[in-house]
């Protein structure tokens, strides 16, 4: 999930699609690579004190459950020095990070890595180690504001990784459909992206905003609300796509 803006639904996103696609079977991942350790403490985990991805042991030291869903978590890291180390990389880091990445991508079918609102390190050190690129976008004034420059990063990390990365799509988050705006940002999105952007959009839902406070996934806090529906058919629309 990428985008350097703040608040579009990277995290919302992150953790209930993670959810959904864990209780649609498949074996799945959230890592947390966010400093602000949002996508940890929604599920109702504890950061860790050092981030799994510097550390020397294997990743599968530092996957926790998200009880009592079928969810794995790697959960994120506050610390500044992890943050200076995954940012100014050495080569011995970066390997070690890339090699955590690999080794988790293996054991998964799918594994979902919550990015900060940056286009910085860490965000390009998740862009090279992916296979696919989801960008939430708020239905709001300026949505599109600022994408050409995450565009650009996308396209310097598809070269990189010598096309292993690709678009994997764009999400329309926060949506109001009785909002005369919405519909123009929805038009202007999909005018640009084509087939790119998801069909499903995900609705204002104040059940999605409050589920994080009780630590709980959208679909163990409000499973029959507006918001978990949005994520389970986002997931199936993920999986038509796989
Ligand atoms: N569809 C939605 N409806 C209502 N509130 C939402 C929705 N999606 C996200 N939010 C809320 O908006 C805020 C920002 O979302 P978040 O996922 O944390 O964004 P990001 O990770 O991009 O910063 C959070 O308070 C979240 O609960
Ligand atoms: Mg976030």
């Known amino acids: 999930m990428v985008n350097q803006k703040g608040g579009v639904g990277k995290t919302t996103t992150a953790v209930n699609l993670s959810a959904a696609l864990a209780i649609a079977g498949k074996n799945t991942l959230l890592l947390d690579m ?6 940890t403490t929604s599920v109702g985990i504890q950061p860790t004190d050092r981030h799994a ?37 050495t080569h011995n880091d970066a390997t070690r990070v890339k090699n955590h990445l690999d080794h988790a991508f293996n054991q998964f079918d799918f594994v979902l890595i919550d990015c900060p609102p ?12 992916s296979t696919e690129v989801l960008i939430p976008i708020q239905c709001e004034y300026f949505a599109m504001e600022g994408l050409t420059q995450l565009i650009q990063t996308i396209k310097k990390a598809i070269e ?9 799509g764009i999400l329309l988050t926060m949506y109001d459909p009785y909002l005369e705006l919405t519909k123009e940002v929805d038009e202007e ?11 499903t959009v995900v609705p204002l839902d104040v059940a999605l ?14 499973p029959r609300s507006r918001g978990a ?14």
């Open 118 to 129: 940056s286009v910085g390190s860490l965000t390009q050190a998740a862009l090279t180690a």
């Open 34 to 39: 966010d400093p602000q350790c949002n996508a």
């Open 53 to 89: 991805l510097i550390g020397e042991n294997p990743i599968e030291d530092n996957i926790r459950r998200v009880e009592p869903s079928a969810l794995s978590i790697v959960p994120g890291s506050r610390s500044f020095q992890d943050l200076d180390r995954l940012v100014n990389s």
């Open 209 to 222: 905003t409050e589920a994080p406070s009780h630590g709980k996934t959208i679909f163990q806090y409000a």
């Open 160 to 168: 990189t990784t010598r096309g292993r990365l690709s678009f994997g």
């Open 229 to 242: 529906y949005a994520y389970s058919q986002l997931c199936m629309e993920v999986l038509q796509r796989d």
């Open 189 to 199: 999105v999909r005018d640009f992206f084509g087939e790119s952007v998801f069909e």
